[in-house]
């Protein structure tokens, strides 16, 4: 029996609960106090050595959201350093990136 079968008979399966969304707290931009967010993801390309097709291919990975008026990136979970941002975007100036490196659940 697999694991999932084995925890759905014992009761401990996922769970359906309703709540009222207008009940429920924004979250909100850490640098410009926006509510809107668009979606954020990477695109890796896996070279055609790698690829189980022999060609290069694109994966997307999902990194969080970007506030849609100022750009700062915000994680899938909340956490306390909420609102790095990543990309500039003052009106009348190029997009500039900055590198940075995040840990996921590192020591």
């Known amino acids: 029996m ?3 079968a084995r925890r ?3 009761g401990l399966g996922p769970k359906n609960i ?3 969304a207008s009940t429920l707290e924004d979250r909100l931009c850490a640098n410009c106090g926006g509510k809107f ?4 993801m990477c695109l890796k390309e896996i070279p055609a050595i790698l690829s189980p097709s022999s060609q ?3 994966v997307m990975i999902k990194q969080g959201f970007v ?4 750009g700062t990136i915000k994680s899938l979970r909340p956490t306390p350093d909420e609102g790095k941002k990543v990309v500039d975007l003052q009106p009348g100036e190029p997009k500039k990136e900055e590198s940075k490196i995040i840990l996921v659940g590192g020591h």
């Open 37 to 40: 967010f668009a979606e954020a």
């Open 8 to 10: 759905k008979d014992l």
């Open 67 to 70: 506030c849609v008026g100022c």
């Open 18 to 20: 309703n709540i009222d």
């Open 2 to 4: 697999g694991e999932a």
């Open 56 to 58: 290069p291919e694109t």
